[in-house]
T-cell receptor
Framework: EPEVTQTPSHQVTQMGQEVILRCVPI?????FYWYRQILGQKVEFLVSFYNNEISEKSEIFDDQFSVERPDGSNFTLKIRSTKLEDSAMYFC??????????????FGSGTRLTVV | KQEVTQIPAALSVPEGENLVLNCSFT??????LQWFRQDPGKGLTSLLL?????REQTSGRLNASLDKSSGRSTLYIAASQPGDSATYLCAVMDSSYKLIFGSGTRLLVRP
């Protein structure tokens, strides 16, 4: 079964450093997303991406965040200057259609980001 | 603003029991509803997707229903097994195509 692949599985970084989280969405999917889950809290939407541009972003997704599809397979989330409160599990997801399609969203296994 | 609530927050049952997890949402203007399973510290595994025009979906021992007008969904698990132990998340796709998640139900199936 096709998978969304995320790397690394765990990243520890110092406050103020830049991090890049990487994702390989399912190859025939056109819509890409980042969600995050702070420990003990709900999974929350960060950003959606289609046709090489951001479709929608949440209030959380401020100027320190950016997304990019640098080639035909990767989808990245960059946090420019990490803060302690950025510590969370970051999930990448992809879907065939904007409304999900037959299979809905497929999520990756996540990157646990710890900011110290 | 769409809010998704799941009850109970936690459930412990003996192996073999049938059980029902509940999900409610405040705005009926949804495109679909998806149930996920999350193991501790792991990713989200999609279990069932119900489109807004559908009433239920089934996969193996799982059955999910949707009553959009009342803002409710249930996930029914038949003949529960210890391997079913996980957190079950409900998410609705709102009118702006975002998934809004509930807090989940933490299920423990005791051998």
């Amino acid at each position: 079964e096709p998978e969304v692949t995320q790397t690394p599985s765990h990243q520890v970084t110092q406050m103020g450093q830049e991090v890049i989280l990487r994702c390989v969405p399912i190859s025939n999917h056109l819509y890409f997303y980042w969600y995050r889950q702070i420990l003990g809290q709900k999974v929350e939407f960060l950003v959606s991406f289609y046709n090489n541009e951001i479709s929608e972003k949440s209030e959380i997704f401020d100027d320190q965040f950016s997304v990019e599809r640098p080639d035909g397979s990767n989808f990245t989330l960059k946090i420019r200057s990490t803060k302690l409160e950025d510590s969370a599990m970051y999930f990448c997801a992809s879907s065939e259609l904007r409304t999900g399609g037959a299979g809905g969203y497929t999520f990756g296994s996540g990157t646990r980001l710890t900011v110290v | 603003k769409q809010e998704v609530t799941q009850i109970p927050a936690a459930l412990s049952v003996p192996e073999g029991e049938n059980l029902v997890l509940n999900c409610s949402f405040t705005d009926s203007a949804i495109y679909n509803l998806q149930w996920f399973r999350q193991d501790p510290g792991k990713g989200l595994t999609s279990l069932l997707l119900i489109q807004s025009s559908q009433r239920e979906q089934t996969s193996g021992r799982l059955n999910a229903s949707l009553d959009k007008s009342s803002g409710r969904s249930t996930l029914y698990i038949a003949a529960s097994q210890p391997g079913d132990s996980a957190t079950y998340l409900c998410a609705v796709m709102d009118s702006s195509y975002k998934l809004i998640f509930g807090s989940g139900t933490r299920l423990l199936v005791r051998p």
